[in-house]
């Protein structure tokens, strides 16, 4: 092989290798978001959506007074701030787009970055969120609650 193939084959070589750097920077930057609550505005989900418009999510017993249930897979969190009386969230943290983990004592939290948010209302109460949780829609008829 000439010295000018061989300088070729180095260029090429690392051209693959920074390509396939850039991409994977690309990819984990996109992940970790920025802090900034932009991501908020892209988390945003709209009434019906995530595909479980009508479904039944829970029994209203199933949803603990002063507490909640996150319903993963509709991405949504059901909570009672008091007897009665539900109300629907984006599971989404408005902080960086992870997923809620829990609600005790009406109040939401994030396992990221310990944002809380308040049951009732889904504004934020503690950590680095600054946006509340998008609202959901639900329906309650007897004692099943759907998500409309």
């Given at each position: 092989?000439?010295?000018?193939?061989?300088?070729?084959?180095?260029?090429?070589?690392?051209?693959?290798?920074?390509?396939?750097?850039?991409?994977g920077?690309?990819?984990?930057l996109?992940?970790?978001?920025?802090?900034?609550?932009?991501?908020?505005?892209e988390?945003?989900e709209?009434?019906?959506?995530?595909?479980?418009?009508?479904?039944?999510?829970?029994?209203?017993?199933?949803?603990?007074?002063?507490?909640?249930?996150?319903?993963?897979?509709?991405?949504v969190?059901?909570?009672q701030?008091?007897?009665?009386?539900?109300?629907?969230?984006?599971?989404t943290?408005?902080h960086?787009g992870?997923a809620?983990?829990?609600?005790?004592?009406?109040?939401?939290?994030?396992?990221?970055?310990?944002?809380?948010?308040?049951?009732?209302?889904g504004?934020?109460?503690?950590?680095?969120?600054?946006?509340?949780?998008?609202?959901?829609?639900?329906?309650v008829?007897?004692?099943?609650i759907?998500?409309?």
């Amino acid at each position: 092989m000439s010295a000018a193939q061989e300088r070729r084959a180095l260029l090429e070589r690392r051209t693959v290798v920074l390509a396939v750097g850039a991409a994977g920077a690309a990819a984990a930057l996109t992940a970790c978001g920025g802090s900034d609550g932009s991501r908020g505005a892209e988390s945003v989900e709209q009434p019906g959506s995530g595909g479980a418009g009508g479904a039944v999510l829970a029994k209203t017993a199933d949803i603990p007074e002063g507490g909640g249930v996150v319903f993963a897979a509709q991405k949504v969190v059901v909570t009672q701030p008091s007897a009665g009386e539900f109300k629907a969230f984006s599971a989404t943290c408005t902080h960086q787009g992870c997923a809620v983990k829990d609600v005790v004592d009406n109040v939401i939290t994030c396992p990221c970055h310990n944002s809380t948010f308040d049951a009732a209302t889904g504004s934020p109460t503690g950590g680095p969120a600054t946006q509340p949780l998008p609202t959901r829609e639900i329906s309650v008829a007897g004692d099943s609650i759907t998500l409309a």
